[in-house]
């Protein structure tokens, strides 16, 4: 059985030319994931959220199985207690930021009320607060951005994902969103960034290169 508080991927995962042997132990708080675009570094956090599977091999988080597909064992993404800020951010165009922001917690059993409550505060952690009336349509990218961010931070998952957070958001607001992400309330936090310097902030870091994967605890 996989230790208590590590998220564990021994397995691999083919698509196209991309072929990946996974043999990681993801510690609780913050991992980065580094390496070049096509690597294979959101197909890692698309397995983790449960939108990709395992063609071999298991993933356990917090010792519990997820995906093993040997055993026909595969938890969907909408029983995993994770969350994912796409790159792309996905926001659904007719509703507001806040109804965007409060849709993973209306999904998760809360009433109206109460997850717009806790869209609302995730908002103001992300700096977006100004925003929460407006459609998708009406916003930057930038504040796209925080959105997506706040959606997947609002609901409290014990995963979050974040694949290039920070792309889209201007230098200016870059630190808050920094040090939301490395005081995470949950348990694992793992970051694709192409920024050595945002990377530094992980005490665990994942690098991906032509297949080569490699994991370094950090100082």
Same mark, same amino acid.
């Not at 007719?94 to 806790?118: E, I, M």
């Given at each position: 059985m996989a230790d208590a508080m590590t998220i564990t991927i021994d397995g691999r995962i083919r698509r196209g030319d991309l072929d990946l042997r996974l043999d990681l132990q993801l510690p609780a708080g913050l991992t980065a994931i580094v390496g070049p675009n096509g690597a294979g570094k959101t197909t890692i956090l698309r397995l983790l959220a449960g939108l990709e599977a395992l063609d071999e091999g298991t993933l356990t988080v917090d010792g519990r199985t997820i995906d093993a597909p040997a055993d026909g064992k595969f938890i969907p993404a909408e029983e $995993?207690?994770? !969350?994912?800020?796409?790159?792309?951010?996905?926001?659904?165009?007719?509703?507001?930021?806040?109804?965007?922001?409060?849709?993973?917690?209306?999904?998760?059993?809360?009433?109206?009320?109460?997850? $717009?409550?806790? !869209?609302?505060a995730a908002l103001q952690s992300v700096g977006a607060d100004a925003v929460g009336a407006l459609r998708p349509g009406a916003l930057s990218g930038g504040q796209s951005q925080r959105v997506a961010i706040a959606r997947a931070i609002a609901a409290k998952p014990t995963v979050l994902l974040l694949d290039e957070p920070l792309a889209s958001v201007d230098p200016d607001g870059r630190p808050l969103l920094r040090e939301l992400f490395t005081s995470s309330s949950s348990s694992y936090t793992v970051w694709v960034t192409h920024d050595p310097h945002d990377a530094e902030l992980a005490a665990s870091l994942v690098s991906v290169s032509d297949g080569d994967i490699r994991q370094t605890e950090q100082p």
């Open positions: $995993r207690m994770m !969350a994912m800020a796409f790159q792309n951010h996905r926001l659904m165009p007719h509703l507001s930021a806040l109804d965007n922001v409060a849709y993973p917690c209306r999904r998760r059993g809360q009433d109206r009320p109460t997850a $717009r409550h806790h !869209a609302a």
